[in-house]
T-cell receptor, first 110, second 109 residues
């Protein structure tokens, strides 16, 4: 069982480009989340999905979009990347109130 | 607004030197308080969930406790492999998780 996989592991992106971060889980959890982690600020919620077909905005949703076409996949899209979106991005899923995290994607926007 | 703060920001201990990490929170209707461990370059790993004041959970050298305003993560006789960042998070009923900034623990041999 892999748990949660994220791709790519890291990426350097030019400002203005479109980018999709991929997240797949094999635990059949209903709820999934996207966080960004920045030094000194901790993990901040970008978007979440309580079940397939539904999504919601977190604390810092601007510039990001998500979709949840099925239970396993929860991609995060940056429509037009800006340097302030340089961060480490973590996908998570939860069973009950316990969250399980993926290994992260390190994104640098130049 | 739900808030979580953690102290200290960083802590250096000698191997075997016990200490505690603090997590202070304000939340309307606590559903749970969570501790995670995060190693460099990796995602957070779940450690404990505490639900009500007075509750305690233990795992190896770690013990988490909870009051109505804060939680402590006690580390007894730490080893170098306990070096990591420890994250605290809270969840209110009907709300998403809110994370603190973490405490970076270094245990020196």
């Amino acid at each position: 069982i892999a748990g949660i996989t994220q791709a790519p592991t890291s990426q350097i992106l030019a400002a203005g480009r479109r980018m999709t971060l991929r997240c797949t889980q094999d635990m059949r959890h209903n709820a999934m989340y996207w966080y960004r982690q920045d030094l000194g600020l901790g993990l901040r919620l970008i978007h979440y999905s309580n079940t397939a077909g539904t999504t919601g905005k977190g604390e810092v949703p601007d510039g990001y979009s998500v979709s949840r076409a099925n239970t396993d996949d929860f991609p995060l899209t940056l429509a037009s990347a800006v340097p302030s979106q340089t961060s480490v991005y973590f996908c998570a899923s939860s069973e009950g109130n316990t969250q399980y995290f993926g290994p992260g994607t390190r994104l640098t926007v130049l | 607004e739900d808030q979580v703060t953690q102290s200290p920001e960083a802590l250096r201990l000698q191997e075997g030197e016990s200490s505690s990490l603090n997590c202070s929170y304000t939340v309307s209707g606590l559903r749970g308080l969570f501790w995670y461990r995060q190693d460099p370059g990796k995602g957070p790993e779940f450690l404990f969930t505490l639900y009500s004041a007075g509750e305690e959970k233990e795992k190896e050298r770690l013990k988490a406790t909870l009051t109505k305003k804060e939680s402590f993560l006690h580390i007894t006789a730490p080893k170098p492999e306990d070096s990591a960042t420890y994250l605290c998070a809270v969840q209110a009923y009907g709300q998403n998780f809110v994370f603190g900034p973490g405490t970076r623990l270094s245990v020196l041999p």
